[in-house]
């Protein structure tokens, strides 16, 4: 479907009418370079800004014990100097000429986003492609980006308690999958890392065919082709990087963890129930049931414990991925509330949904949060920049972003109900309890 329809469908609905620039699939152009680089590119003169987001297929998926965290270690190395650029100055150039920029690295991806006035469009290319073909991998810069990451780690574990207990819920309900271990990596391997397990792991996985680049906003298609081809045409393909072979053995029982934390004030419970990986036909009704249960203040389990006063706050996550996953709540009790008690009422609600179902006011509900939530993030440069991107890489083409409307309209009570009682089952669930002292 065009945005176009879809955004005129949006506005009727909702009021929208005039806030979105009206994009068709066609006006996505593509092009790859001979050394596999891939480049969606779209034309947006809205403002005189332009985004550039480039998604690199590694994550912590493709680690290994010994070499956890190294994707995330990377993501501030990219940052700390290369031939031409030396450390800081990725940053003091763009920033220079008006931009700025963040990354993100999760168990599947590590991107790179840049924002900038379009005028700026050759520095930005210059400046990705100097740390692409030539990244310092310095011994002195890496042990101090070390200490800064092994600090982060323990600062993230100390300061957020959702962290500490998510780290334990994904450790015991992945027997096997990579899934199992964060983000950020174990303290012993960031402390452990040699120079060769780095030089190793970015030549393998920053390859320029194992990169997507996403430019967006007021630029022309044959420009951005004229600087790819210019900064980033001559760093050569690699070896594809080696697939994930381990596959996540099915769970056959529910799967119990207490951690405690003298500090926590009152318990914390999460639960993670396995499910498909994004590409599945799933994907949808999933996320419309997530919504259904923690999308904002009239949802069902918002409703069952912070208006009842069993928690304070109760809300569901669940990362895009290419292997399955997890679908998790998580909730942190009421005063004088336990952690039993919140767990009872927390899966009461569970299971409502799947002996009752939902109806088809309440589904449509959600249905026109889901649309208005994607038709908004399309209102911008950078919005349309991540949605193409996501969806090239997790979903296996970019174009399915335009058939999102369709597959959200046509869900039905049925297939929310039929997700419900799949996945939200007992022998598929880990539970975690993080609180000052065990029942």
Do not use: C
């Not at 609905?13 to 590119?41: H, R």
């Not at 947006?44 to 290994?64: D, H, L, Q």
Request: proline share 4%; aromatic share 10%; charged share 25%.
């Amino acid at each position: 479907m065009k945005w176009k329809t879809m955004l005129a469908a949006g506005s009727l609905l909702f009021g929208m009418a005039g806030q979105a620039q009206a994009v068709a699939p066609e006006q996505v152009k593509t092009f790859t370079l001979p050394n596999g680089m891939k480049f969606l590119v779209l034309e947006n003169s809205n403002i005189p800004n332009a985004n550039m987001y480039t998604f690199w297929k590694v994550g912590s998926r493709n680690e290994a014990p010994g070499i956890t965290g190294l994707s995330h270690f990377f993501e501030h190395m990219m940052f700390n100097g290369a031939k031409k650029f030396g450390p800081k100055e990725f940053d003091r150039v763009m920033e220079a000429k008006g931009g700025s920029n963040n990354a993100y690295t999760s168990s599947d991806v590590t991107v790179y986003q840049d924002w900038f006035p379009a005028s700026s469009l050759e520095t930005i290319f210059e400046l990705e492609g100097d740390r692409i073909a030539s990244l310092n991998i310095d011994p002195k810069i890496v042990e101090s980006e070390r200490g800064v990451v092994a600090s982060e780690r323990s600062t993230g574990l100390e300061n957020s308690n959702s962290r500490v207990l998510d780290e334990a819920v994904l450790a015991a309900a992945f027997s096997a999958h990579p899934y199992s271990w964060p983000v950020i990596g174990h303290e012993s391997d960031i402390r452990a890392w040699t120079q060769e397990d780095l030089r190793r792991y970015f030549d393998t996985y920053y390859a320029p065919n194992n990169a997507l680049t996403v430019v967006v906003g007021d630029i022309k298609f044959d420009e951005v082709k004229r600087l790819a081809e210019q900064y980033l045409g001559a760093i050569p393909a690699r070896a594809t990087p080696p697939a994930v072979r381990t596959v996540e053995p099915e769970q056959t029982g529910e799967r119990r963890v207490f951690v405690r934390k003298e500090s926590v004030t009152t318990p914390n419970l999460m639960i993670a129930y396995k499910v498909p990986a994004t590409q599945h036909a799933d994907f949808y009704a999933l996320d419309v049931l997530q919504s259904l249960l923690t999308g904002g203040n009239t949802s069902r389990l918002y409703r069952a414990l912070v208006d009842k006063r069993l928690a304070s706050e109760v809300e569901a996550f669940r990362s895009e991925t290419f292997d399955p996953g997890v679908l998790q709540f998580y909730a942190v009790a009421a005063d004088g509330v336990s952690a039993a008690r919140l767990e009872k009422a927390l899966l009461a609600e569970l299971d409502r949904l799947v002996r009752d179902g939902v109806s088809e006011q309440e589904l449509q509900k959600v249905k026109n949060q889901k649309l208005i939530g994607l038709y908004r993030e399309q209102e911008t440069i950078n919005g349309q920049a991540s949605q193409l991107g996501q969806y090239e890489v997790f979903f296996g083409d970019y174009r399915k972003l335009f058939d999102a409307p369709a597959a959200y309209r046509k869900l039905t009570v049925a297939d929310i109900r039929t997700v419900a009682a799949n996945y939200l089952k007992k022998a598929h669930r880990t539970v975690g309890v993080l609180a000052a002292k065990e029942d």
